[in-house]
């Protein structure tokens, strides 16, 4: 099956400091990306999409400033969390969409593959 | 009123019985709908898939999507205490290349041994 891979799987930086949290797709293509975050006992809050080679979609009430989304090539997007506080503490999960599945039917959204996720501790 | 709704739970069911998870969406329009496991500390995993009305069977589990009620489930059979996890209820919203997944708040469910 498809592999995504998150890296790292988790990170503690201190507060001020940025981080950068990587999302490959090992065996596909992937020209959609969507970046989640995950608060303790809460659900996945969709942060962005982003789309190879284009800008990312913001989700309503994400900074975009923030929380900064690279995705240029067919494998790989990035996310920083830039000056980050103790409230950006969170569980960042990327999913990818391989190319061209979503023309095929609205089914196929769902096969976006998860990476492991990211534990992010800001101190 | 949000998107896609589950009781946040936790259920408890003993080992053996079946477990039946709940879930609401609010746009009539939704064709899809998916059930994802997500064990602690770690990311979900796609579990079942259903597409239209009745039920869709799947080893253990079991799918039930009813459109004009806006609800679909999932049930567990011979529940096991690796079942134990959140179960997602996840609905795609937006079109073509903007398709994206909305998650409900999950149930978290525990099975007893």
């Known amino acids: 099956g498809a592999v995504v891979s998150q890296h790292p799987s988790w990170v503690i930086c201190k507060s001020g400091t940025s981080v950068k949290i990587e999302c490959r797709s090992l065996?596909?293509?992937?020209?959609?990306m969507f970046w989640y975050r995950q608060f303790p006992k809460q659900s996945l809050m969709l942060m962005a999409t982003?789309?190879?080679?284009?800008?990312?979609?913001?989700e309503q009430g994400v900074e975009k400033d923030k929380f900064l989304i690279n995705h240029a090539s067919l494998t790989l997007s990035t996310l920083t969390v830039t000056s980050a506080h103790p409230e950006d503490s969170s569980f960042y999960i990327c999913?990818?969409?391989?190319?061209?599945?979503?023309?095929?039917?609205?089914?196929?959204?769902?096969?976006?593959?998860f990476g492991q996720g990211t534990r992010l501790t800001v101190v | 009123q949000k998107e896609v709704e589950q009781n946040s739970g936790p259920l408890s069911v003993p080992e053996g019985a079946i477990a039946s998870l709940n879930c609401t969406y609010s746009?009539?329009?939704?064709?899809?709908f998916f059930w994802y496991r997500q064990y602690s500390g770690k990311s979900p995993e796609l579990i079942m898939s259903?597409?239209?009305?009745g039920d869709k069977e799947d080893g253990r589990f079991t799918a039930q999507l009813n459109k004009a009620s806006q609800y679909v489930s999932l049930l567990i059979r011979d529940s096991q205490p690796s079942d134990s996890a959140t179960y997602l209820c996840?609905?795609?919203?937006?079109?073509?290349?903007?398709?994206?997944?909305?998650f409900g708040t999950g149930t978290l469910l525990a099975v007893q041994p």
């Open positions: 996840a609905v795609p919203t937006g079109g073509g290349a903007t398709n994206k997944l909305i």
């Open positions: 259903i597409y239209s009305n």
């Open positions: 999913s990818a969409r391989e190319y061209g599945s979503y023309l095929d039917s609205p089914s196929r959204a769902a096969e976006a593959f």
């Open positions: 982003s789309n190879e080679g284009s800008k990312a979609t913001y």
């Open positions: 065996d596909f293509q992937a020209t959609t």
């Open positions: 746009d009539r329009g939704s064709q899809s």
